[in-house]
């Protein structure tokens, strides 16, 4: 995590990581991390929980056998992580929207990190939340810097979506998803679309070590 960018917070002892399958973890680590960065994640991967209160969101991390829902609320200074929950109906569980509500309430009424702590919340990182161990935080750091590099190139060309999926015999919503650092997008596509896009191996070589550079550091 950047020194700029929000720290996740969630209740210790309450909110537990699911068990999310691998690629699962890596997805919701590079949405988490937007997050994080001050970006605004639309649907399908998030979706406005207004029935929760204002600035608060419902996450979607898609699994094998399961759709795992994070709610979540923006504020200025933090992303507070209310309640992480299994999901197999289209409505919410009551009980976990009530939970979440609960959570959000405490935050408002509280001082931040110090007092936070004190009381049992956790003020932390995507690697901390999700558990992730350092191999696989530096592979979320480096969807994000390989994705966010694919769409910057394509809006330097002037090209659209459906104009780059052409040039790199794609589909328009596979871009997307790969410009979203979407963990079913292979490292082996977003690096052969950026060569598409005029990248050089040194630009890659670049990328590639700033994001590991980073994590040392």
């Known amino acids: 995590m950047n020194i700029e960018d929000k720290p996740l917070i969630w209740l210790h002892g309450e909110i537990k990581t ?4 691998p690629l699962a973890r890596i997805e919701a680590g590079v949405l988490l991390r937007r997050l994080q960065q001050g970006q605004l994640i639309p649907l399908p991967h998030s ?11 419902e996450l979607r991390v ?5 759709t795992w829902r994070i709610i979540y609320r923006l504020d200025a200074d933090a992303v507070i992580i209310g309640e992480v929950f299994s999901k197999k109906t289209t409505k919410t ?6 939970s979440a509500k609960n959570g959000f309430k405490n935050m408002m009424n ?3 990190k110090k007092r936070l702590i004190e009381r049992g919340w956790k003020v932390g990182g995507v690697e901390e939340f999700l558990q992730l161990s350092p191999d696989e935080a530096a592979y979320v750091e480096l969807r994000l810097k ?6 910057t190139q394509r809006q330097r060309k002037n090209l ?22 979407d963990s079913s997008i292979s490292l082996d596509l977003l690096i052969r679309s950026l060569l598409a896009l005029g990248a050089s191996n ?9 994001d590991y550079h980073g994590m040392a550091g």
Request: overall charge positive; hydrophobic content about 35%; proline content about 8%.
């Open 62 to 66: 898609h699994d094998i056998d399961a």
């Open 146 to 151: 390989l994705s966010d590099s694919l769409k």
């Open 93 to 98: 569980p009551k009980k976990s929207s009530t």
């Open 160 to 181: 659209t979506q459906v104009e780059l999926a052409k040039l790199v015999k794609s589909s328009q919503s596979r871009v997307a998803k790969m410009e979203a650092g």
């Open 47 to 57: 979706r406005p929980m207004l029935s929760m209160g204002p600035r608060c969101h």
């Open 110 to 112: 509280e001082a931040k």
């Open 18 to 21: 699911p068990p999310f399958s």
């Open 202 to 210: 040194r630009d890659l070589a670049n990328m590639i070590g700033q």
